[in-house]
């Protein structure tokens, strides 16, 4: 049986999570194509303006799939940490798509909600019985992709970027460090895995600062203990999982004398977003470090984006401490 996965949401977080437990299983994975214009076109086709941009992308990305599949995978993804929820587009993502698309495929939908327990067991026991009545092999497949999910956060910790740390996962090893960057200056990136690490989306966003000599650093990159300690600094609780994450990093990464600038990256019509972009920059004018804001939608232009990034890596380049070899370099 053919399963389809879209490359999308939180694809760069649970990949090999999801499919080491399917092909435990004897399913054999398809994942939709990179991010296309024809891709996101047809995603605009299907939702409303007032949807966020990474949802239009996703509907884009199922309807890549869905004649190429048996089923189609859309977990519902209500709380991915203790005492947290999710955005609600991930919770009602397998409706709207039931509802805006047409032609679909058999959806398998369980449901992800780890507000008040912390085993991953229910949901995979839940979704394995979708395929198997065998309870063994379901708790050995659950098993297995726990541990594979370990070995690849690891990696993004050591500083790889989702798609390197798949690589060295296939590669078998998975316990590598990665090469220390000799870029200058050093970046944060702030935003969700979605944008951020989609070459389409984010419009080249990671590569274009490599290829500019920049070492780039992610949320993903902080052992989730340190996001979190950062995080709690919040007057209040912040109950949504990304938005923590993101805020989290950012205060890390601003207080860190070697991060030399941050860029986030946010999601036009994205409430959370407008949110932690706020929250972080006024921390960044209080820190006096180089920042950017980069709000993309469907209509970014690419040469809009490439003169604001020139301009930001002007501006750090410009800087008087870093003129005269500041941080030590
Ligand atoms: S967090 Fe924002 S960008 Fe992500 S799905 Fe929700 S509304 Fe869309």
């Given amino acids: 049986m053919k399963i389809g996965i879209p490359r999308a949401l939180l694809y760069y977080y649970y990949i090999p999570l999801w499919r080491t437990f399917f092909e435990a299983l004897g399913l054999e994975l398809v994942i939709s ?7 996101l076109e047809s995603g605009l086709r299907h939702t409303g303006d007032d949807v966020c941009l990474p949802v239009r992308v996703a509907f884009g990305h199922i309807i ?15 709380s991915i940490a203790r005492r947290e929820y999710i955005c609600p587009k991930f919770l009602g993502f397998p409706d709207m798509v039931r509802q805006g698309i047409s032609g679909l495929p058999p959806l398998i939908e369980a449901d992800l909600n780890l507000y008040r327990r912390d085993s991953l067991y229910p949901f995979f026991s839940a979704l394995g019985r ?7 092999a379901i ?47 050093r970046v944060a990136v702030i935003g969700h895995p979605y944008n951020i690490y989609d070459p389409y989306i984010s419009m080249n966003l990671l590569s274009r600062l490599a290829r500019s000599g ?12 340190l996001v979190r300690e950062h995080a709690a600094r919040l007057p209040k609780h912040l109950f949504w ?27 036009f019509a994205c409430g959370p977003d407008s949110l ?15 920042f950017l804001n980069l709000t993309l939608d469907e209509h ?4 809009g984006v490439v003169t604001r990034l020139e301009a930001f890596l002007d501006m750090m380049r410009r800087r008087p401490l870093l003129q005269v070899g500041g941080n030590g370099r």
């Fill in 64 to 78: 890549d799939l869905k004649d190429r599949v048996d089923v189609l995978f859309l977990p519902r993804l209500v």
């Fill in 33 to 39: 194509r990179p991010t296309t214009k024809t891709i």
């Fill in 276 to 290: 932690t972009g706020e929250l972080i920059s006024r921390e960044v004018k209080r820190r006096g470090k180089p």
């Fill in 300 to 303: 970014s232009a690419e040469a």
């Fill in 214 to 225: 920049v070492h780039v650093c992610t949320a993903d990159n902080l052992p989730e203990t």
């Fill in 241 to 267: 999982s990304l938005g923590q994450r993101m805020i989290g990093a950012a205060w890390h990464y601003l207080q860190r004398p070697d991060v030399d600038g941050i860029i986030h990256v946010a999601s």
């Fill in 130 to 136: 979708n395929f198997t009545s065998n309870r063994f």
């Fill in 139 to 185: 708790y050995l497949a659950c098993r297995r992709a726990q541990q594979v999910q370990a070995r690849y956060i690891q990696l993004l910790e050591n500083g790889f970027f989702p798609e390197e740390a798949r690589a060295a996962l296939s590669g078998g090893t998975g316990e590598e460090q990665r090469e220390p960057a000799r870029g200058w200056p």
